[in-house]
């Protein structure tokens, strides 16, 4: 039986081998931009654009868009990353970091919610640069924090989901190529694709609330 996965940032990067990876499956893609791709048009069912994940009213449109749906998968994948250092911090930077990273996705989230039911999986895409114990060099003070906060996010979701019997998990998608980070990544997106796509299948009420690698390892928080 096909699923209906929602995917945030669907038109580039990470977010389109992942639309890629779902229609493969036989699943129903809806893809969630700002500006859509040629590729992103190819291949879902419904794509979305216009939408900015930091803006209320924004969102709001795409819940009475996807009034009628319903998600079996919600991928929060949308992101922005940039570097702070000390002694010359961009406090405008990190405000829409955090904006982009941490509330978007609980905004998301939270207008989407009447649209999952027991069984539904809800993934945000982090990084374990979010990891305070892994942190062990310092700056990235905007991109670290805003992903720290998605984390702690994640976490109260899965809690408060767990009567619902909805699963919750933050993935690291590992260090990937693509625009983000000037493609010098170590993998590409469509291998690492493949292993946030293995996690979210083996993601149960069992191991809600987990922060994972996508290659299966677990991070610390």
């Known amino acids: 039986m096909s699923r209906t996965v929602v995917i945030t940032g669907a038109n580039r990067g990470i977010g389109l081998e992942l639309a890629r990876h779902y229609v493969r499956q036989g699943d129903n893609v809806i893809g969630i931009c700002r500006e859509t791709s040629d590729e992103l048009d190819e291949i879902a069912s419904m794509v979305i654009e216009n939408i900015d994940v930091t803006n209320a009213d924004s969102v709001e449109q795409l819940a009475i868009v996807l009034s009628n749906e319903n998600i079996d998968i919600l991928i929060n994948n949308a992101g922005l990353f940039s570097n702070e250092r000390l002694g ?15 509330y978007g996705p609980l905004r998301v989230t939270e207008a989407l919610l009447s649209r999952l039911s027991a069984g539904s999986k809800i993934v945000s895409i982090t990084s374990r640069m979010g990891s305070i114990e892994d942190n062990t060099s310092g700056n990235y003070y905007g991109y670290r924090a805003s992903k720290a906060a998605l984390n702690t996010f994640s976490k109260s979701l ?16 590992g260090y990937v190529q693509t625009r983000m980070v000037g493609f010098s990544g170590d993998i590409t997106p469509a291998d690492s694709a493949n292993g946030l796509a293995q996690r979210i299948e083996t993601l149960t009420m069992e191991n809600t609330g987990g922060f994972w690698h996508s290659n299966g390892e677990e991070l610390p928080w």
């Open 88 to 102: 010359n911090l961009d406090f405008d930077s990190i405000q829409r970091q955090m904006e982009v990273n941490a």
């Open 158 to 173: 899965a809690m408060d989901l767990q009567p619902k019997d909805i699963a919750v998990a933050v993935l690291h998608p």
